[in-house]
């Protein structure tokens, strides 16, 4: 398996512009989480799903922050407007909920630069 | 929600010596505490794990402890090399929230 696909590795664009990020899960994973690195505030959820249903976004800072699963193999994180404070690397990451946790596999990460 | 606290924040070791890390937790229904391995630029990768049934779980030169009753768990790495070096997060999970992560030690192996 290919593992968590993350695009683009990279992203750079300027105050006001609306951002999207990408997730493509591990296939059968039924899981999937997005979050924030940064060095003040560490690894922060924003968001996850389970069978495509959001279940938890109190982490999502504002409401220019917006996620959606439309399939079990891919997600999007979208910014609109972006602002420089979003600057990050941001994760997504999934896993096989049944009942007893599994672990967590990530991806490499979007590092983005709002400027 | 989860609250996770991760001790010391860096911490220089002498290669060989052992490094400890330790963490505490919040909510008291967590029951599944796994540990990851950050290097520069990359993700984060899952060294270890240990569920709330068991009080020590050991994978080679790392060993991970829980105690339930304090509500903290800690990372033992033995015999440190120079490819220990790197950012270590602890994190908690109980019921169905997500992962919730330490703040990150920082290990420095010294030659």
């Known amino acids: 398996d290919a593992g968590v696909i993350q695009s683009p590795r990279h992203e750079v664009t300027e105050m006001g512009q609306e951002v999207t990020l990408r997730c493509k899960p591990i296939s059968g994973h039924n899981s999937l989480f997005w979050y924030r690195q940064t060095m003040m505030r560490g690894l922060e959820l924003l968001i996850y799903?389970?069978?495509?249903?959001?279940?938890?976004d109190s982490g999502m800072p504002e409401d220019r922050f917006s996620a959606k699963m439309p399939n079990a193999s891919f997600s999007t994180l979208k910014i609109q407007p972006s602002e420089p404070r979003d600057s990050a690397v941001y994760f997504c990451?999934?896993?096989?909920?049944?009942?007893?946790?599994?672990?967590?596999?990530f991806g490499n990460g979007t590092r983005l630069t709002v400027t | 929600g989860e609250n996770v606290e991760q001790h010391p924040s860096t911490l220089s070791v002498q290669e060989g010596d052992s490094a400890v890390i330790k963490c505490t937790y919040s909510d008291s229904a967590s029951n599944y505490f796994p540990w990851y391995k950050q290097e520069l630029g990359k993700r984060p990768q899952l060294i270890i794990d240990?569920?709330?049934?068991?009080g020590e779980k050991k994978d080679q030169r790392i060993a991970v402890t829980l105690n339930k009753t304090a509500k903290h768990f800690s990372l033992h790495i033995t015999e440190t090399q120079p490819e220990d070096s790197a950012v270590y997060f602890c994190a908690a999970r109980g019921g169905a929230d997500g992962l919730t992560f330490g703040k990150g030690t920082h290990l420095i192996i010294q030659p």
């Open positions: 990451a999934s896993n096989q909920e049944g009942g007893v946790s599994s672990p967590l596999h």
């Open positions: 799903f389970n069978n495509n249903v959001p279940i938890d």
């Open positions: 240990i569920r709330s049934n068991v």
